[in-house]
T-cell receptor
Framework: DTAVSQTPKYLVTQMGNDKSIKCEQN?????MYWYKQDSKKFLKIMFS???????INETVPNRFSPKSPDKAHLNLHINSLELGDSAVYFC????????????FGQGTRLTVV | AQSVTQLGSHVSVSEGALVLLRCNYS??????LFWYVQYPNQGLQLLLK??????LVKGINGFEAEFKKSETSFHLTKPSAHMSDAAEYFC???????????????FGTGTLLAVQP
């Protein structure tokens, strides 16, 4: 009964491919996020959705397209993958906007070769 | 722009010694403050948080942190390190504006804590 689950956990793909990462939370939270952790462990927010509505888009290239079919799911689709996209992508959720605690998934390690 | 600075990317302590991990933030309005821990190949887990009220906050696993507005700091401490504390620790802020809380965490660059036997 994982609270925030991401699939896949590992993803190795070639440059130019399109891939998706799925995220689901069973906490009943209204807000979900995608964060990117680079090779130096630096974490930066990419997107935030509240009740399926995009709230934050932190100047992420438009090759990245989040999709929230319902408030329990926030998927991340990446087109035309580049070497620099290699990172660990974390999904997270929180009770509501401006909530004081975010719950993180286990991460998806994306390697672009 | 708001930022978080963690002094020391690597900290090594002996088992049983005091743990002190430093965090300073820059913000015109004191933000909400957090410490998260990341064990190898895992997601982030909340250790503790400060929003309002008592400036000394206690978290899980014996950790605590004190919010000092005058120093814009939120250092993390634990009186006695345990081998199981070895992990990456991230300080984060959730910026506030005059309209209320914002909707994101801004992280520091992390501190890798090593605990020597």
């Amino acid at each position: 009964d994982t609270a925030v689950s991401q699939t896949p956990k590992y993803l190795v793909t070639q440059m130019g491919n399109d891939k998706s990462i799925k995220c689901e939370q069973n906490l009943g939270h209204d807000t979900m996020y995608w964060y990117k952790q680079d090779s130096k462990k630096f974490l930066k927010i990419m997107f935030s959705y509240n009740n399926k509505e995009l709230i934050i888009n932190e100047t992420v290239p438009n090759r990245f397209s989040p999709k929230s079919p319902d408030k329990a799911h926030l998927n991340l689709h990446i087109n035309s993958l580049e070497l620099g996209d290699s990172a660990v992508y974390f999904c997270a959720s929180s009770q509501e906007q401006g909530a004081t605690e975010a719950f993180f998934g286990q991460g998806t390690r994306l390697t672009v070769v | 722009a708001q930022s978080v600075t963690q002094l020391g990317s690597h900290v090594s302590v002996s088992e049983g010694a005091l743990v002190l991990l430093r965090c300073n933030y820059s913000s015109s309005v004191p933000p909400y403050l957090f410490w998260y821990v990341q064990y190898p190949n895992q997601g982030l887990q909340l250790l503790l948080k400060y929003t309002t009220g008592a400036t000394l906050v206690k978290g899980i696993n014996g950790f605590e942190a004190e919010f000092k507005k005058s120093e814009t700091s939120f250092h993390l401490t634990k009186p006695s390190a345990h081998m199981s504390d070895a992990a990456e620790y991230f300080c984060a802020v959730s910026p506030l504006n005059y309209g209320g809380a914002t909707n994101k965490l801004i992280f520091g660059t992390g501190t890798l804590l090593a605990v020597q036997p």
